[in-house]
């Protein structure tokens, strides 16, 4: 079975394109990446790291090459798993950049929004808004 078909058999469509691009960047730029070692997978994040790639980034390079390593384990190219039970400590930064949700004229249409209640006290209008 070919690389791209066990991609697609195993991901989604997008996921599986993804990885495959991802598989083919990895295998140009590590010498002979079907018999690379722990520490060669490592250098290449490494690599990528240094060239300022997210976290999540480097999760996704980490799952495309650990796909390639499982089909070459299951294709019989390569009789063991040098990054199966490699995990990446690198923290996700799920934040929302609060300041980039509103515009400062979409904040000013905001604040000049009528209040829907009637009976409210005038000190809790402001904090409301």
């Known amino acids: 079975m070919e690389l791209k078909q066990y ?5 989604t469509k997008r996921t599986a394109h ?12 590590t010498s002979n990446a079907a018999q690379a070692k722990y520490k060669d997978i490592l250098h290449y994040l490494e690599k990528r790291r240094t060239e300022g790639r997210q976290a999540g980034t480097l999760h996704t390079y980490l ?10 384990k299951k294709s019989g190219r390569r009789k063991d798993h ?3 039970h490699l995990r990446l400590k690198d923290k996700i930064d799920h934040r929302i950049s609060v300041q980039d949700l509103f515009t400062s004229t979409e904040l000013e249409l905001l604040l000049e929004q009528p209040s829907r ?6 000190s809790i209008r402001l904090r409301d808004k």
Do not use: G, V
């Open 7 to 11: 991609l697609t058999k195993r991901f």
């Open 18 to 29: 993804c990885y495959a691009l991802m598989i083919e960047n990895y295998s140009t730029q």
């Open 117 to 122: 209640e009637i009976n409210k006290l005038p």
């Open 63 to 72: 799952a495309a090459i650990k796909a390639y390593y499982d089909w070459l």
């Open 82 to 84: 040098p990054c199966k």
